[in-house]
């Protein structure tokens, strides 16, 4: 019992929403390398730049559709909006430059690309 991680010790729903959970935090860390990556790629549109800058602005931005100060509801409000703006920014790239900067990402390398 004492070499047992605090994991294995939790009931199976409690394990599986700790997983839910490091699979969000995996996918939101990749969405936010793609879109560093967007933005010094020469080769994205300005468009997408644009889309990819106004995301990074709405989550630090003191106005927001919801306060804030509620706590669940204005964190999650300023997420749904960046993710939004994030898929919107992906969706102005060409789909050759979405998959290149895709691979670069999983490769783990989103710097700035060759011309």
């Not at 939790?10 to 996918?27: D, F, I, T």
């Not at 560093?36 to 790629?41: G, P, T």
């Not at 706590?71 to 409000?77: A, F, I, N, S």
């Amino acid at each position: 019992m004492r070499g047992m991680v605090l994991r294995d010790r939790l009931p199976w729903r409690e394990r599986s929403a700790m997983w839910k959970l490091g699979r969000l935090l995996s996918v939101f860390r990749k969405e936010l390398r793609l879109a560093w990556a967007v933005l010094r790629d020469p080769r994205a549109p300005k468009a997408a730049k644009l889309a990819t800058v106004l995301a990074a602005l709405y989550v630090v931005s003191p106005l927001d559709f919801v306060s804030d100060f509620i706590p669940v509801l204005g964190w999650l409000d300023d997420g749904v909006i960046a993710y939004l703006l994030l898929q919107l920014a992906f969706k102005f790239l060409p789909p050759e430059l979405l998959a290149t900067l895709r691979a670069r990402v999983a490769q783990g390398s989103p710097g700035k690309a060759a011309p």
